[in-house]
């Protein structure tokens, strides 16, 4: 009989704990999905709002394109040589190794990178705006100038089909908007 009632205390104390428990545990496993949900929001406002500022920079001139590289020997002569006279009238351009003269949030440029660029392979980079829609083209160069250092340039002929097809979507102008 003793046995019988160790037992039954030992089931009622477990219910009783895994009761109290189970509420602090549906609180903390809540509150995870709120701070979740905030910070998903915060993302999509802030490429939001760097999208915006950027249309409302660069818009009126017909620049849709945002390109980023630094001053490296494995891609800098090849930017300047072969995208900036293809891209360059329809592109802001920014360099990562000037970023120390970068303003935090008031260049539309720095505002637009640092929203879409992530952590890693994002130099150099091209981000295609267009002018109306929600949907930002991203399109990262980093492993395609590495193979193309070591002969192979697939990935970098690849890459910049893809920046074309981008370019030539509908809605996208060649030229400044009419004022």
Not at 41 to 66: D, E, N, P
Not at 103 to 129: C, T
Not at 153 to 174: F, I, K, Q, T, W
Request: net charge positive; with cysteine.
């Amino acid at each position: 009989m003793v046995v019988w009632l160790k037992r039954v205390t030992a089931i009622l104390a477990a219910i009783v704990a895994v009761s109290l428990l189970w509420r602090s545990l549906l609180i903390a496993v809540s509150a995870v999905a709120v701070l979740f949900a905030c910070v998903g929001l915060w993302i999509l406002w802030s490429r939001w709002r760097a999208t915006q500022r950027f249309r409302s920079v660069y818009g009126a001139q017909g620049k849709i394109v945002l390109l980023v590289y630094w001053n490296s020997p494995n891609w800098q002569r090849y930017v300047e040589k072969k995208w900036l006279p293809k891209w360059g009238h329809r592109a802001a351009v920014l360099n990562w190794s000037e970023r120390s003269k970068w303003q935090r949030s008031s260049r539309a440029e720095a505002l637009l990178f640092r929203a879409f660029a992530g952590a890693r392979q994002f130099n150099p980079l091209v981000i295609v705006v267009p002018p109306t829609g929600r949907r930002v083209h991203v399109v990262r160069f980093w492993r395609a100038f590495r193979d193309y250092k070591h002969g192979k340039d697939h990935l970098l002929r690849s890459a910049e089909a893809e920046v074309g097809r981008y370019l030539e979507l509908p809605n996208v102008p060649d030229r400044p908007l009419p004022n």
